[in-house]
């Protein structure tokens, strides 16, 4: 724990015999094993086996289990928001004071996080139906960078730092966003609803406001908590979303604004 710097209320405030709930006996919890294992599960499988096991045969329609899936993830991403929004509200977007200090409160963020970490479990059958369904082209790395990463420092965060507002807030805000984007997911999956969803580009604008958010909201809290996060954290989170703010607008400039060309100089030629 001291290779990760954290900060002496942390340490103090979240050990094994307190009368608290240990993170370690949590599922996944206890070491950084189980996790590592179902990320290079789920690597091997999108990079290497999936491929070799669709190569010969036809894309999987898998409608039915989508949409439960894409139904399941929405009901989720409500439960969290609603969890997030709630903690929000009655404890201000900005935390000056420490989580741990309020038992109460230290109990309800964790479960939180562990939820939302769990969510990022789940959405890793994202890119496996991409797989199955042989939708190649978007098991892109972008996808796959995004959907990994978030699960590690999810990890991270709870494992050693489960005081953190920041987790609370990064979970609540991505819990909305995610309650739009499987919306749009479940409602693709009918042919006869794609005239009505033209909006499916804001969701990408939606995601890097969602990330700048974020990152305002973490250097703001950082210089007014007295529970800062660890150094680690601190260089972790802010890296990965100013490269998710570079990866997602690369993504939208090119499926749409170099589309948005194309299509103006094919109307011009005809």
Not at 185 to 211: D, E, N
Request: proline fraction near 3%; charge should be positive; hydrophobic fraction near 45%.
């Amino acid at each position: 724990m001291d290779i990760l710097n954290i900060t002496q209320a942390n340490t103090s405030e979240w050990q094994p015999d307190s009368k608290n709930v240990d993170i370690n006996e949590w599922f996944l919890m206890g070491s950084p094993v189980p996790v590592l294992s179902i990320m290079a599960a789920y690597w091997l499988f999108v990079i290497k086996v999936g491929p070799s096991l669709m190569s010969k045969r036809s894309p999987l329609t898998l409608r039915t289990t989508m949409a439960a899936y894409n139904f399941g993830q929405i009901i989720l991403a409500v439960t969290l928001f609603s969890k997030g929004a709630t903690f929000m509200w009655n404890n201000g977007f900005i935390q000056t004071e420490c989580i741990m200090e309020n038992i109460e409160l230290k109990n309800y963020v964790t479960n939180g996080v562990y939820l939302y970490f769990i969510t990022k479990i789940t959405e890793l059958s994202d890119t496996i139906f991409f797989i199955l369904r042989k939708k190649y082209n978007q098991a892109s790395f972008l996808h796959i960078y995004h959907h990994s990463i978030t699960v590690i420092t999810t990890w991270i965060a709870l494992k050693y730092e489960p005081n953190t507002n920041t987790a609370m807030f990064v979970g609540t805000l991505n819990s909305f966003v995610h309650i739009i984007m499987y919306t749009y997911y479940a409602l693709s999956a009918y042919p006869q609803l794609t005239k009505y969803l033209w909006w499916k580009k804001y969701i990408t604008k939606l995601q890097l406001v969602q990330f700048a958010v974020m990152l305002v909201h973490l250097l703001i809290e950082y210089n007014v908590t007295k529970c800062k996060p660890s150094y680690i954290i601190m260089s972790i989170i802010p890296f990965n979303l100013v490269f998710f703010l570079y990866l997602f607008s690369d993504f939208y400039s090119k499926t749409y604004k170099e589309t948005n060309v194309a299509n103006r100089k094919t109307k011009h030629v005809d």
